[in-house]
Each structure stands twice: as structure tokens, then as C-alpha cells.
């Protein structure tokens, strides 16, 4: 089935529209199964954790906290985490040569935990501009993006709560852990 998210799916699907046909009953009622067994098993595999109600106002408050420096202690810095992430989206724009004299800037993946990720080009031989050089600022930062930035700039997380970033990490560090965390740190210097 599709859906269009966007004014320009809608005139996508618009175009197709010869090659689409209207969902059956048994297709809507199969989707909706789908959506509520997931829903269940995000229910499920997250009754395990204490997550704070605000976010926005909450994660700030432990952004300098010594509690921040224990969780960082067991990052490697792999980039699995935004690797698995389906909601990560970090890129990094590279030139490729595509031939003898021509060249292709194109997008690659990257990772906010990555050291040099967002460093800027600068003259040879100096120390690159990096907005986040310190592994403890790449580290708060993930946390403050899908906790605390996106909740205040897009009205949603920056995390749908599968898990598969404890799941990759070396260090077992799991955004739902750790938040669930925050929430007791909070509760114990209230």
C-alpha cells in the first residue's frame, strides 16, 4: 500500500494513478493488525524503562552531570548506533572523480560520533574548525538531538524506541536505558 506523506507524493501517486488500485478491506484490516502488533511489541519491549513526560525540559537540566561522563566511558565510538538508527540521517558531502577531469560531489553516511565529523575545510597544515571536536560534546549531542531538539523545533522524538542501538553497541549503551536513567537522576536531586 501506498501513502503519500508529502504535496509532492500526492502528485507522484497522482501521475500512477492507471497503475494503482484502491486498497481491499483485507488489506486496510492486515495493515492495521501489522501497525497495533508493533505498537504491542514497542509497548513491551520499553515496559522495562521510566522515561521522564518532558523531555524538552528535562535533558538539559543533566547535560554537565558527572552521570554523563560514566555513559560516555563505554562508547568506542563505532557509529553503530547511527548506523542502526532509522531515524539517523548524518551525511557527509565528498567529491568523487567520475573520470579523466570530471568530478561528482555526492552524499556518503556518516556519524555524529565520528571524530572529524562536521570539521570544516581550512588551510593546510591548521587545526580544522570541528563544532563538536570533544568526544563528551558528539556524545550529549545525540542525545540532546533526538531528546530535546526535535521535540522543541519538530514537535517529535528523534527516537522510536526499537532498541537496535544497545542492541550494536559494543558498550551496551541504550538510548532507552540511559534516558530511563536520566529520568532517576532527576528524581533523586529534585
Same mark, same amino acid.
Given at each position: +500500500?501506498?501513502?503519500?506523506?508529502? *504535496? @509532492?507524493? *500526492?502528485?507522484?501517486? $497522482?501521475?500512477? &494513478? $492507471? ?9 486496510? =484490516? @492486515?495493515?492495521?493488525? +501489522?501497525?497495533? @502488533?508493533?505498537? =504491542?511489541?514497542?509497548?513491551? !519491549?520499553? &515496559?522495562?524503562?521510566?522515561?521522564? =513526560?518532558? /523531555? &524538552?525540559?528535562?535533558?538539559? *537540566? ?8 560514566? =555513559? ?18 548524518? #551525511?557527509?558531502l565528498v567529491d568523487q572523480r567520475v573520470g579523466e577531469d570530471a568530478y561528482e560531489r555526492a552524499r556518503e553516511w556518516d556519524?555524529? !560520533?565520528?571524530t572529524g565529523y562536521s570539521e570544516m575545510a581550512g588551510p593546510p597544515g591548521t587545526v580544522k574548525p570541528d563544532p563538536r571536536?570533544?568526544?563528551? $560534546?558528539? #556524545? !550529549?549531542?545525540?542525545? &540532546?538531538? %533526538?531528546? /530535546?531538539? $526535535? ?32 529520568? %532517576? *537522576? ?5
Amino acid at each position: +500500500m501506498v501513502v503519500a506523506g508529502t *504535496e @509532492a507524493g *500526492e502528485r507522484v501517486l $497522482s501521475e500512477a &494513478a $492507471s497503475l494503482l488500485r484502491d486498497a481491499t478491506a483485507e488489506q486496510l =484490516e @492486515a495493515r492495521r493488525a +501489522m501497525r497495533d @502488533a508493533a505498537r =504491542e511489541r514497542l509497548e513491551t !519491549q520499553n &515496559a522495562d524503562y521510566d522515561f521522564p =513526560e518532558d /523531555w &524538552a525540559a528535562n535533558l538539559p *537540566e543533566t547535560l554537565d552531570e558527572l552521570f554523563w561522563r560514566m =555513559e560516555l566511558a563505554r562508547c568506542v565510538q563505532c557509529g553503530g548506533c547511527t548506523n542502526v538508527c532509522p531515524q539517523c540521517y548524518c #551525511f557527509l558531502l565528498v567529491d568523487q572523480r567520475v573520470g579523466e577531469d570530471a568530478y561528482e560531489r555526492a552524499r556518503e553516511w556518516d556519524s555524529c !560520533q565520528f571524530t572529524g565529523y562536521s570539521e570544516m575545510a581550512g588551510p593546510p597544515g591548521t587545526v580544522k574548525p570541528d563544532p563538536r571536536r570533544e568526544h563528551m $560534546s558528539k #556524545f !550529549q549531542h545525540r542525545f &540532546a538531538h %533526538k531528546f /530535546w531538539y $526535535s521535540p522543541l523545533m519538530l514537535g517529535a522524538l528523534g527516537c522510536v524506541g526499537c532498541g537496535r542501538c544497545g542492541d550494536t553497541c559494543p558498550g551496551a549503551i541504550d538510548l532507552r536505558r540511559v534516558l530511563s536513567n536520566v529520568n %532517576k *537522576e532527576l528524581a533523586e536531586h529534585a
